[in-house]
């Protein structure tokens, strides 16, 4: 059956020579490629994380000392409102399908996604989304600001006209990510080579399949909320208002039905990525795969009953206070078995500790860190001291700057020769890990400390004895940001390809497909389907 | 290319599944609403009581060996300067027993209004049991600028309300509804 597909391709490249590209802006505005979109998302990804890492610093720089300083509170709203969105919506989700759009068909075999023109387009309404969402900030009373998470009536009755910008640039980040993830579960499905069997999919495979279709699932339940926010404002219904008989009380309830799913979106791949690299790193091959898969699946599920753990304090009743908070502790088992996993994976393993590794593995401690204080969180009783306090502001900065970013960044190291085809200035990435691992830590763990003591989110001033603590905090900031710039330098030499050749398979102990192509890849890759054994 | 041909059909297969399921998504988004509120019509879950009059029934048995506090709370929605109030904080009753409470309200601007008030039980599961034979609040209220009116509102706590429930807050929100609905014209449950 092989050699038929063979017989058809061979005969196929002789008339179209490989690597024949347009050149300039049309190549990379009409691009179908798989490689070059996926280049696309993940540059998009790295300017919107600095875009919304200087809004952070702008609250950081706020908060240094207690008191108004630089900002009113009206801009320090927007501030977090719009580093909220940029950073998820814009930084980490983008990065993901970026890093799908490069790895997945060249860890199936596939010679490019399997809907090249929608691919193309899902990648370029974004920047048009998010020019009309930061355009909001030239608005008369500016961006929005009332949080990422919108809730109605700051959304509705108390917002300024920056609100429809706002939901159109949700529609078309939704549509994008739909489609995204529409070109993900076609690929997988319909792509892989032959002998690529399901259990026989890399975990990054895996986990991207699963995310796809919590994508399908929730993002269609957000663009709902955003357009029903859009008819409470602007055309007299009252889905959210209970001077019309509505309840503002069931916003909460779906928005969160999409915000908990869309948390296990931002880092399930991160767990993929992890997979990938700590048997690298180890020389051994991963352990327990098969339960990484079933771990990752009932993730994904119990994720759909979850959502209620955001909204303890509106009220409920006892009985689904305890059934969301023992539904959430029970996610804490998948989560423990994969990072048993990852440790055993580890354990006598000949490991090295490339930078790759490095980030790998502070992602493992410190996402731990962050699931444990999410179990903290879970308990209703005590959430009911977290409650929007920086103990929550911590919990989801661990879970998602030194979990889903830090996997980012941990897989840009290990996939960079293969995109490049050069090796990453090794100085200048180690300084990039071990500053912004130091400074991370102090920027979000001190965070725990003054939310315990009851500093709550999302407020421009501060209680004079939590100075001290929102001082190193703000320093922490300041260093982890300002690191980032490093690691802007190792991507743009490696791209420009200032450094050694990498060899096709520059890790010696890497597994997969991707590895069995030269470094850089080829403009066209797996023309012939491998056959897997 | 005889490959190719069942992949395709395959592609089209699996692409009009995933976009009827974001089809599904969507309106369920919407069906939500809906369901929502049945949910909470059925368990009291959001704390809303009925908006009909309940009648008392003759047959019904006071039951003299539980007392129960209710406690009234009064709001006005935000930049409404009204004054809304309830002639006592609390009533302390046997379920089955019919009480009535006078709310004022006050108009102290110097325009016409129309204003409704929103019932709120807590804790929601006790909203089931509170039954109301009169309330203001099942229509709005015309009040002229500077206007003062008296609302009554009876009530009885059903004689099934549940065991540990000994207290419980029933609370009223008042907003302006004056833009967007025309007054009532004449005025049934309002006494000067």
């Known amino acids: ?533 | 290319m005889s490959e190719q041909q069942p992949k395709r059909q395959d592609n089209s297969r699996v692409i009009t599944r995933l976009l009827g399921s974001v089809m599904i998504m969507f309106a369920f988004g919407f069906a939500l609403v809906p369901l929502y509120e049945k949910f909470c019509e059925v368990t009291g879950f959001n704390g809303r009581t009925s908006n009909t009059a309940a009648t008392a029934d003759a047959s019904m048995q006071v039951d003299q060996s539980r007392v129960i506090t209710v406690e009234f709370h009064t709001r006005v929605s935000r930049g409404v300067s009204w004054d809304f109030t309830s002639e006592v904080r609390s009533v302390r009753l046997h379920p089955g027993e019919v009480k009535i409470v006078n709310f004022y309200v006050e108009n102290k601007t110097n325009r016409d209004v129309v204003a409704q008030a929103l019932p709120s039980v807590a804790p929601g599961e006790a909203s089931l049991y509170l039954n109301k034979t009169e309330c203001f609040c099942f229509e709005n209220q015309p009040l002229a600028a500077g206007e003062r009116a008296v609302m009554p509102m009876q009530f009885y706590l059903d004689p099934d309300l549940p065991d540990h429930v000994h207290r419980l807050t029933l609370s009223y929100m008042m907003y302006d509804l004056t833009d967007q609905v025309r007054p009532r014209t004449a005025s049934t449950n309002r006494s000067e």
Do not use: C
């Open chain 1, 1 to 533: 059956m092989s050699t038929v597909v063979t017989d058809t391709h061979s005969a196929h490249d002789a008339h179209d020579h490989h690597d024949h590209k347009p050149t300039g802006i049309k190549r990379w505005l009409f691009t179908t490629n798989h490689k070059d979109i996926g280049t696309m998302y993940l540059w998009f990804s790295f300017i919107m994380f600095l875009v919304g890492g200087s809004m952070a610093l702008m609250i950081r720089a706020e908060l240094f000392q207690p008191g108004m300083q630089i900002v009113d509170p009206h801009f320090f709203n927007q501030m977090t409102t719009m580093h909220g969105v940029i950073m998820v919506f814009g930084a980490v989700m983008p990065a993901f399908v970026g890093l799908a759009n490069w790895m997945i068909p060249l860890m199936i075999g596939a010679p490019d996604m399997a809907l090249p023109r929608m691919n193309n387009w899902s990648f370029w309404i974004l920047p048009f989304a998010f020019m009309i969402m930061l355009s909001s900030f030239f608005m008369p009373g500016g961006a929005p600001a009332f949080g990422w998470t919108f809730y109605a009536p700051l959304s509705t009755t108390y917002s300024t006209d920056s609100t429809a910008l706002f939901v159109f640039s949700m529609h078309i980040m939704g549509m994008s990510s739909i489609m995204g993830a529409i070109n993900v579960i076609v690929t997988i499905m319909n792509m892989r080579a032959p002998g690529m069997t399901y259990m026989k999919m890399p975990l990054f495979v895996w986990t991207w399949f699963i995310t796809a279709f919590l994508l399908i699932a929730v993002m269609p339940v957000l663009a709902g909320v955003v357009t029903m926010v859009l008819t409470d404002k602007y055309f007299g219904t009252h889905f959210f208002d209970a001077a019309g008989g509505g309840d503002p009380v069931l916003f909460q309830h779906l928005f969160w039905f999409f915000g908990h799913p869309e948390v296990y979106i931002m880092i399930l791949p991160s767990f993929g990525i992890v997979s990938a690299i700590i048997p690298a790193f180890a020389r051994k091959p991963l352990f327990g795969y098969a339960s990484m898969v079933y771990a990752t699946a009932s993730i994904a599920g119990l994720s759909f009953l979850v959502w209620a753990h955001h909204m303890f304090t509106t009220g409920m009743p006892t009985f689904a206070s305890l059934f969301f908070m023992y539904m959430t502790m029970l996610i804490a088992v998948p989560t423990g078995v994969k990072v048993f996993n990852w440790v055993t994976t580890m354990w006598r393993g000949a490991m090295s500790f490339e930078t790759p590794m490095l980030f790998a593995i502070a992602f493992v401690v410190l996402f731990t860190i962050g699931g444990l204080s999410g179990i903290m969180l879970a308990i209703t009783p005590v959430d009911y001291q977290y409650h929007d306090t920086y103990f929550v502001v911590a919990h989801f900065h661990y879970v998602l700057v030194t979990g889903a970013v830090f996997s980012i960044m941990a897989a840009a190291y290990y996939w960079l020769p293969k995109w490049s085809g050069v090796m990453y200035d090794d100085f200048l990435s180690k300084l990039h890990f071990w500053s912004s691992l130091i400074s991370v830590n102090i920027l979000f763990f001190p965070m725990h400390f003054v939310g315990l003591a009851g500093m709550p989110r999302r407020i421009p001033d501060y209680a004079l004895q939590f100075a001290d603590i929102n001082a190193i905090v703000s320093i922490g900031g300041f260093l982890f940001g300002f690191s980032q710039l490093i690691f802007l330098a190792v991507v743009v030499k490696a791209a420009m390809k200032k450094g050694e050749p990498a060899p096709a398979k520059p890790w010696e102990g890497a597994e997969g497909l991707e590895w069995t192509v030269p470094s850089p890849a080829p403009y066209h890759t797996f023309d012939v389907p491998p056959q897997v054994k």
